[in-house]
């Protein structure tokens, strides 16, 4: 009688390790797929991939994080951040919380993405982009401050220049981590609506031909 209990229970151990081995090898799959549709350029059939793959190992990091990505890259913000939402609960790190902001900025969510690229940066210090795209975070704040409240465009308030200040401190400390052209180019946009033109490279202040 117990030789034939443990024989059951052996049975059961073994039929779940093959059931659990086949869904990874199906995820797997899925998975495989999906980033060959991506490279394909075709992210409507990688996204039905990844539907795929996700519901077969629903508590996947990696999936999630493939699938907001693909949903960032067609601008539908709100789904990239419910499966950044989801990767975050499993697995918290900087990158993740930077895009979900950058998901955020997109929206105009500017306040809500400041919080995530505080994160960001608390968990890496070192993480240029999170500086540079918090700076620019700042920056919209201020112009909204000049433009939604009525404000003279040539006198700064102070909300708004708060936040330009702001900006440039987070772009400049990018810029010291990265010398990144585009991290320039946003400080520029920064000095050019505070009106400190001097600042400017010869560079930025050369006109087209």
């Not at 998901?103 to 982009?129: C, G, S, V």
């Not at 981590?177 to 001097?198: C, G, T």
């Amino acid at each position: 009688m117990k030789f034939l209990k443990n024989l059951i229970l052996i049975t059961i151990v073994l039929t779940l390790t093959i059931t659990a081995f086949a869904c990874e090898n199906e995820a797997e799959k899925y998975y495989n797929q999906a980033v060959e549709f991506k490279a394909q350029g075709k992210d409507f059939e990688a996204l039905l991939s990844l539907e795929k793959t996700i519901g077969i190992e629903p508590n996947n990091v990696e999936f999630y994080t493939k699938r907001a990505s693909l949903f960032y890259n067609l601008g539908d913000w709100e789904h990239a951040i419910a499966d950044y939402d989801k990767a975050i609960s499993f697995k918290p790190g900087a990158a993740l919380y930077t895009a979900r902001a950058r998901a955020y900025y997109n929206m105009l969510e500017h306040e809500r993405a400041i919080e995530d690229f505080n994160e960001a940066i608390r968990i890496d210090p070192l993480l240029a982009e999170a500086y540079v795209w918090r700076g620019k975070s700042y920056h919209a704040l201020g112009q909204y401050e000049l433009f939604y409240e009525a404000r003279s465009y040539h006198a700064l308030s102070t909300d708004a220049l708060d936040r330009y200040k702001l900006a440039l401190e987070d772009i400049t400390e990018a810029i010291r981590l990265d010398p990144d052209a585009d991290y320039q180019a946003a400080r520029a946009l920064v000095y050019i609506d505070m009106e400190q033109y001097e600042k400017l490279s010869p560079i930025m202040m050369k006109p087209s031909a």
